[in-house]
C-alpha cells in the first residue's frame, strides 16, 4: 500500500504526463540564496551575536539565534505576513539553505518555535536595544563603500492599522483608523536608518530627538556634514534649535498663517491678460520672526497659479540654507521619496502588519521587518547591476526571489537547480561578482 501512496500520478488523457510531490526537494524561493551571500559579506552573524543575548537552556538551543533570526528576516524579505507560512517554508530547501548546515536535512523552526522567538526572546530589553543596534551596524558596513562628505535624513510618520484591542493602539484623527503610529528615519539612499514604534493617539513628531540626534551624532563623528528634511509636523523651534547647535542644515515645510500670507500678497496676483497653459510660479525669501521663537529664521515662499484653478497654492518652507529660493524648494521637495520608501516597506516586507497583542512583541516585529526592508534595499543598490537598480522590492520578490528550482543532493555536496527567467546564469553572475567586490567587514 505504501509503494503505490508514493508512485507518481498518471494521466488519461495524455499517457506520457506524470505527477509526483517531492515538496522536500522544491524551493520556491531562491533568489534569497543572493541575499544570503550578501549578508555573509556584511557580517551579518557576527553582528547577532555581538548584539543578541540567547538565555535558553539544553534541548530548547536546537536551533541557533542566528538561524532563528535569518528564517524571520528572510521570510519577510520574501513577502510572508507575520508567521502564517512557517509550517511550510520550514520544510522548503531555501529556508534550510540559508541557514547554519546542521538543520540542512533537518528543516527548520516551525511557528511555536518562531512565534516564541520573536514574542519572548526578542522582546526582553536587552535584545530589542541590541536588534536595533544591529539594524543600524549592518547599515554602517555598507556607509562604508560612500566616498559623499554629506548625508541628507528625512523623517516621516505612517499609519499601521490594528484590528482588535492591541495594547497602545488608539484613534488617529488624521489617518482616521485606530492604528499605531510608528516614526521612520531615512537616509537619501533609502536605507531606514532607525524606526520607532509608538501609540496611535500621538503627535506626529513625538520622540523625534530619539531618533534624529544620536544619528546626527553618529554622522558628524564620521566628519560627515547633514542636512535634514521634514514635512510641517516637525516645525517646531525644539527642532530648529537643535539642529542649529549642531550645524544641521534644513528645510522644514511650516504651517500657513496671516503673517506669511501677508509676506507674500503682492505675488499672489495672476498677470494681465490670457493665462498660459503652463503654471506661473513665483517664489519670495524673507526673515519671519513666530512669538515662539527666539529669533528671527529664512522663510521661502513658493506660489503656484494652475490654469483653470482660482486660487493659487501656496507653501512655506523655513530653512537655514543660503540656496537660492527655487533650489530650497527642489531640496525640500525630495523628500517625497521618503514617503515612497514607506510604502515599499509596507508593500513588500509588511512592517505594518503588527498583529500581536503586547505592545513589545510589535516593537520586535517592526525591528525584524526593518531589517528585511534594509536587506533589500542593500541587495538593489549595492548588486543590481545599473539597468535594473530602479525595481522596486515588491519587483525585486516577484522577479528575483520567487525563482523557483530544485534541490539535489550528492554523498559530498549538493546542487541548486535554478529555473531560468527573470534571474538568468548571466544576470545571477553578475550580482555574485558584484557581491564579492565588496570589501570584507574589519575585525
Known amino acids: 500500500m ?26 520556491s524561493d531562491g533568489g534569497l540564496i543572493l541575499v544570503r551571500e ?32 535569518r528564517q524571520s528576516v528572510y521570510s519577510r524579505l520574501a513577502g510572508y505576513e507575520d508567521l502564517n507560512d512557517a509550517e ?65 535624513l528625512d523623517m516621516d510618520s505612517s499609519e499601521s492599522p490594528v484590528h482588535g484591542e492591541q495594547e497602545g493602539s488608539a484613534y488617529n484623527g488624521h489617518f482616521e483608523s485606530v492604528c499605531y503610529h510608528p516614526l521612520f528615519l531615512f537616509n537619501s539612499h533609502g536605507d531606514c536608518l532607525a524606526a520607532k514604534l509608538r501609540p496611535g493617539n500621538v503627535h506626529s513628531a ?115 540654507l543660503s540656496l537660492p529660493s527655487r533650489a530650497v524648494v527642489r531640496f525640500y521637495n525630495k523628500r517625497g521619496t521618503a514617503e515612497q520608501w514607506i510604502k515599499e516597506g509596507k508593500q513588500a516586507t509588511h512592517w505594518t502588519r503588527l498583529s500581536c497583542h503586547r505592545f513589545r512583541a510589535n516593537e ?24 535594473i537598480d530602479g525595481w522596486s522590492l515588491t519587483s525585486l520578490q516577484q522577479r528575483l526571489v520567487k525563482t523557483g528550482g530544485r534541490l539535489v543532493k550528492h554523498a559530498r555536496y549538493y546542487w541548486l537547480l535554478l529555473a531560468e527567467g527573470h534571474l538568468h546564469r548571466r544576470l545571477f553572475g553578475q550580482m555574485l561578482r558584484r557581491i564579492y567586490a565588496l570589501p570584507v567587514p574589519s575585525g
Do not use: C
Open 364 to 387: 520586535a516585529r517592526l525591528q525584524l521587518s526593518l531589517l528585511a526592508y534594509n536587506l533589500g534595499n542593500l541587495w538593489r543598490r549595492l548588486v543590481l547591476p545599473k539597468r
Open 206 to 320: 513625538e520622540g523625534w530627538d530619539e531618533l534624529l540626534l544620536p544619528e546626527i551624532e553618529r554622522q558628524r563623528v564620521e566628519g560627515k556634514d547633514v542636512a535634514f528634511r521634514a514635512d510641517a509636523a516637525f516645525a517646531k523651534p525644539e527642532v530648529y534649535e537643535a539642529l542649529e547647535e549642531r550645524g544641521v542644515e534644513y528645510a522644514i515645510r511650516i504651517p500657513a498663517n496671516e503673517s506669511l500670507e501677508w509676506e507674500v500678497a503682492e505675488i499672489l496676483f495672476r498677470p494681465p491678460g490670457r493665462p498660459s497653459r503652463k503654471p506661473l510660479v513665483r517664489y519670495k525669501s524673507f526673515a519671519y520672526q513666530a512669538g515662539s521663537w527666539t529669533k528671527p529664521r529664512r522663510i521661502v515662499a513658493k506660489v503656484e497659479h494652475h490654469p483653470g484653478v482660482l486660487f493659487p497654492r501656496v507653501g512655506f518652507i523655513v530653512t537655514n
Open 2 to 27: 505504501g509503494e503505490k501512496q508514493n508512485r507518481p500520478f498518471q494521466f488519461s488523457f495524455n499517457a506520457s504526463l506524470k505527477v509526483d510531490f517531492q515538496g522536500s526537494r522544491v524551493i
Open 38 to 69: 550578501l549578508d555573509e559579506r556584511l557580517g551579518l552573524e557576527k553582528l547577532i551575536e555581538e548584539h543578541l543575548r540567547d538565555s535558553r537552556q539544553g534541548l530548547n538551543k536546537q536551533f541557533m539565534l542566528t538561524d532563528l533570526l
Open 88 to 152: 511550510r517554508l520550514a520544510a522548503d530547501p531555501t529556508f534550510r539553505l540559508i541557514s547554519s548546515q546542521r538543520i540542512w536535512d533537518r528543516g527548520a523552526a516551525l511557528t511555536s518555535t518562531l512565534h516564541w522567538f520573536e514574542t519572548e526572546l526578542l522582546t526582553r530589553e536587552e535584545n530589542l536595544i541590541g536588534l536595533m543596534a544591529l539594524n543600524r551596524e549592518t547599515l554602517g558596513q555598507a556607509e562604508s563603500l560612500d566616498g559623499s562628505d554629506r548625508v541628507v
